[in-house]
């Protein structure tokens, strides 16, 4: 009834293409129970063109040196999106990265290190970012290299703004200048990582860094959560607060949580709040021994619905009833 639901009568289907779909997924490492976890999010990754664009999609990444763990973690954290609008998308940030210059080695290490961002971004045309950005190829192919997630914020729908080279170099000052004094290491790979992390000019970051202060920390332990999640401090000041004040007084979790997984700081809160209440309800009804935060919010939906929901013959109906009245909210 399942299959059923998921056929078109207008559609014509190969089963052995469809099998063969199957049986690369289980060789990356999909266990069973994962692909009918998969399948069962993603229907189309196995009826779309009966699996064709999903192996479009595997060899455009491996094409790009991309290796087979990388594209299973894909797979495992796929978007709630179209397995064909997901490559179109892909072959279409390939394609602006490549009509603005940029070498293929620079375009094989942004695909393999954000396949998920570039499946995600239905990007605008070449020619009108060039125009609203207001910035050259070559500028733009380093900005890029340096600020990947940018791209998400170059999608149709989306309102462009100029890019202020001179400005954002000034920032990168202003922003190398607030990590030495928090404690990192000159020129080292942690600093240059938080660098790319980072979202905003420096006296924001310190604003961000102070206001993690004022809920309860003092400096050395903020500086100390900084460099373990350095993305906590790409949010405006009122998100963190936000997001600490949810944690503290609606999931009912101590403020020293903070100190053992800040990267919760990085997750949304509707996100963290389905995750919260259905383990809450799993573990009142007699499921599941006591696990961290971090690990009921970090894992994948896959993951979690495998590990944890799945063990209660209620659990998946929860699960949808929750996601409907949490997401549903404005």
Request: proline residues 4%.
């Amino acid at each position: 009834s399942w299959i059923q639901r998921n056929l078109s009568e207008e559609n014509s289907y190969n089963w052995s293409r469809m099998l063969e779909v199957l049986s690369f997924l289980g060789k990356m490492g999909c266990s069973d129970r994962q692909l009918g976890e998969l399948i069962g999010q993603h229907p189309d990754i196995l009826f779309e063109a009966s699996g064709e664009r999903t192996f479009s999609i595997i060899g455009f990444l491996l094409k790009f040196g991309s290796r087979m763990s990388q594209v299973y973690s894909l797979f495992l954290q796929f978007p709630r999106i179209q397995v064909m609008k997901f490559g179109l998308n892909l072959r279409k940030c390939f394609f602006f990265l490549n009509e603005i210059g940029m070498k293929v080695p620079g375009i094989g290490k942004i695909i393999r290190s954000h396949p998920l961002l570039l499946g995600s971004c239905a990007l605008k045309k070449t020619n009108t970012l060039l125009l609203h950005l207001n910035i050259g190829k070559k500028s733009l192919c380093r900005y890029i290299q340096e600020n990947p997630q940018e791209l998400k914020h170059w999608v149709l729908g989306r309102r462009l703004r100029p890019l202020d080279w001179g400005n954002n170099l000034r920032s990168k000052t202003e922003k190398a200048k607030f990590l030495l004094d928090i404690g990192f290491v000159e020129n080292s790979n942690k600093m240059k990582e938080a660098l790319n992390e980072f979202q905003g000019n420096g006296w924001e970051l310190q604003e961000r860094f102070d206001c993690i202060v004022e809920a309860g920390f003092d400096h050395e332990e903020v500086c100390q959560m900084v460099k373990v999640s350095p993305r906590i401090l790409s949010q405006s000041k009122d998100v963190i607060e936000m997001k600490i004040d949810f944690l503290v007084n609606h999931l009912c979790y101590p403020l020293s949580t903070l100190l053992i997984f800040p990267k919760y700081l990085t997750y949304g809160t509707k996100r963290v709040q389905h995750r919260v209440l259905m383990y809450n309800w799993l573990k009142d009804h007699g499921t599941d021994p006591t696990y961290a935060l971090s690990t009921v919010v970090s894992c994948s939906d896959v993951y979690f619905l495998r590990k944890f929901v799945n063990h209660h013959p209620s659990g998946p109906q929860v699960w949808e009833d929750l996601k409907s009245k949490i997401y549903s909210k404005q």
